[in-house]
């Protein structure tokens, strides 16, 4: 009985990923792809591309990638809601200058994406003292202190309620470009976010479009329509953005 590992387009060094799962199950036949051997001993697989129809599937819950994606959120949400990216720019002009302090309670964290991690990430933020709000595309059971809205209908009302949106959304066909200029337009003047879903999810032209004209005033982002994200790519060199590449995975 073997297990098959083939992560290349998610993860470059798969030898990592060899180890790890060595360790955890070291009795088993733990082979890389494409040293396939005999495919008829494969018994499981663990892969980042698409399966033949008829496979059983298993959803993974990582307790520590959602430990990290919650510290991750948490870090982007103090760093807007307390200023920081203020005091930086302060630092550079040398400047001397309290900014207002804000209490927690006062901002609306939104989540696109309520599954595990994106509820991880609410519940963490909960505890912190901020108003958290979700969106989904399905009905979901009592969420307790998060409020959920879901649904296209809804989507808007979701972003106008805002101030620093979060998207964990998987990238879908009815994902795929769900936050463009008319959108992004809903959310209140001054907005911030944080993408650390999927690229794809929002449209990269209409939001450096709107850091431009100051209606959102910041974006933190570790995921592109393209990755690595080119060197020509505007992004790269907007004062308003922060770049990264998915470290906690």
Not at 30 to 58: F, Q
Not at 169 to 194: D, H, Q, V, W, Y
Request: aromatic share 8%; net charge negative; hydrophobic share 40%.
């Amino acid at each position: 009985m073997a297990l098959l590992i083939s992560v290349s387009e998610f993860w470059e060094d798969e030898k990592i990923w060899r180890q790890c799962v060595q360790s955890e199950l070291p009795e088993m036949d733990v082979r890389v792809h494409p040293d396939d051997g005999d495919v008829n001993e494969i018994k499981y697989a663990a892969t980042w591309k698409d399966l033949p129809e008829g496979i059983p599937i298993v959803r993974l819950v990582d307790k520590k990638l959602t430990h990290e994606m919650c510290f991750h959120a948490l870090h982007w949400v103090l760093h807007f809601h307390s200023g920081h990216y203020l005091y930086m720019n302060q630092q550079l002009e040398r400047k001397w200058l309290q900014q207002a302090s804000i209490q927690p309670e006062d901002s609306t964290v939104g989540i696109m994406g309520l599954g595990h991690i994106g509820k991880a990430i609410g519940e963490s933020l909960v505890q912190q003292g901020f108003k958290v709000l979700g969106w989904g595309a399905n009905q979901k059971p009592s969420l307790r202190d998060i409020q959920y809205f879901f649904g296209g209908d809804k989507l808007g009302v979701f972003l106008q309620k805002t101030d620093i949106l979060i998207n964990v959304l998987p990238l879908t066909k009815s994902t795929n470009n769900i936050l463009r200029k008319k959108e992004l337009e809903r959310l209140p003047k001054g907005a911030f976010i944080i993408n650390m879903g999927r690229g794809g999810i929002i449209n990269e032209l209409d939001l450096l479009s709107l850091l431009d004209e100051g209606h959102i005033t910041a974006a933190a982002l570790d995921v592109f329509e393209e990755e690595p994200l080119p060197t020509k790519n505007p992004l790269w060199s907007h004062p308003s953005v922060s770049i990264f590449s998915e470290n906690y995975c």
